[in-house]
Antibody
Framework: QVTLRESGPALVKPTQTLTLTCTFS??????????VSWIRQPPGKALEWLAR???????VYSTSLETRLTISKDTSKNQVVFTMTKLDPVDTATYYC????????????????WGRGTTVTVSS | SYDLTQPPSVSVSPGQTASITCSGD??????VNWYQQKPGQSPLLVIF???KRPSGIPERFSGSNSGNTATLTISGTQALDEADYYC?????????FGGGTKLTVL
């Protein structure tokens, strides 16, 4: 059974850095068809894709936020760590991690299993 | 940046067919995924690669994608299908979501 769980602080002050951890089980980030993505959802608003890390440590960031984002993985711990700098109240949201599966022929990928999400409030 | 446009809301009577559209420039050249989200829950993948259903998703969910529009169709809509639905595609490896459509079954 594939599961993902997000963890991190519930409250962060403006200008601070947010660090979230995605701990997963049921799959390995060592195989070429596996990635992990981060997505967020402000209260009452739409989903927004943030970043992705691939099995070979290749990283992709949202073009609108890439200067503030970092994603990394610890394969031995089955964890992916996500950081966002310079937090602002507009970053208040539920943050999700999701397993992202790749099919190579034809080439396509999708987020098939999501964590429950962790709610982060940015406020002084 | 690449944009996906969805209608904010769609209403359907129980047992009828609901269609939710997702529009984007040459969207038919990309693969589209659809997610269902009920209040207080995480998104659930209901369609991937335009037309494929994950294991456990009822056959009444189907998808299509051509030209500039992808469509999620729910046949024989049930009350439990009431939820927000999001289309999603990849643009130069960046994930893009539509603004979401609230499906009301009444």
């Amino acid at each position: 059974q594939v599961t993902l769980r997000e963890s991190g602080p519930a409250l962060v002050k403006p200008t601070q850095t947010l660090t979230l951890t995605c701990t997963f089980s049921g799959f390995s980030l060592n195989t070429s068809d596996m990635r992990v993505s981060w997505i967020r959802q402000p209260p009452g608003k739409a989903l927004e894709w943030l970043a992705r890390i691939d099995w070979n440590d290749h990283k992709v960031y949202s073009t609108s936020l890439e200067t503030r984002l970092t994603i990394s993985k610890d394969t031995s711990k089955n964890q992916v760590v996500f950081t966002m700098t310079k937090l602002d109240p507009v970053d208040t949201a539920t943050y999700y991690c999701a397993r992202t599966i790749v099919n190579f022929s034809p080439y396509y990928y999708y987020m098939d299993v999501w964590g429950r999400g962790t709610t982060v409030t940015v406020s002084s | 940046s690449y944009d996906l446009t969805q209608p904010p809301s769609v209403s359907v009577s129980p047992g009828q067919t609901a269609s939710i559209t997702c529009s984007g420039d040459k969207l038919g050249n990309k693969y589209v995924n659809w997610y269902q989200q009920k209040p207080g829950q995480s998104p659930l993948l209901v369609i991937f690669h335009d037309t494929k259903r994950p294991s456990g998703i009822p056959e009444r969910f189907s998808g299509s994608n051509s030209g500039n529009t992808a469509t999620l169709t729910i046949s024989g809509t049930q009350a439990l299908d009431e939820a927000d639905y999001y289309c999603q595609a990849w643009d130069n490896s960046n994930g893009v979501f539509g603004g979401g459509t609230k499906l009301t079954v009444l």
